[in-house]
């Protein structure tokens, strides 16, 4: 099985900067994608960012201003979000793309997410 734990979350002006991390454990696993998810109250999950192989990829709305970053050798995933705007306000979830070695399957992962409040 694989854990993700978030940390970095929390309440910030608009403009301001906020960085997020999670980290991957467990064992016996290998990750391919790393990325976030974030829902903002009363409305649905929405994709945010992505990276795998070294390819990064973004929600049209946080491009130029959220930085997505991986660490392979530590299995964690960093974003990295400036010029933030009240509507980032979500809660934000890692997650991650993995396969159990022993098994050869392949799951979704998710943390339990950090909240970011933007304020106005």
């Known amino acids: 099985q694989v854990q993700l734990v978030e940390s970095g979350g929390g309440l910030v002006q608009a403009g301001g900067s906020l960085r997020l991390s999670c980290a991957a454990s467990?064992?016996?696993?290998?990750?391919?994608?790393m990325g976030w998810y974030r829902q903002a109250p009363g409305k649905q999950r929405e994709w945010v960012a992505v990276?795998?192989?070294?390819?990064?990829s973004y929600v049209d709305s946080v491009k130029g201003r959220f930085t997505i970053s991986r660490d392979n050798a530590k299995n964690t995933v960093t974003l990295q979000m400036n010029s933030l705007k009240p509507e980032d306000t979500a809660v934000y979830y890692c997650y991650c793309n993995a396969r159990v070695i022993a098994t050869m399957n392949s799951g979704t992962y998710w943390g339990q997410g950090t909240q970011v409040t933007v304020s106005s």
């Open positions: 467990g064992s016996g696993f290998s990750i391919n994608a």
């Open positions: 990276t795998t192989s070294g390819i990064s």
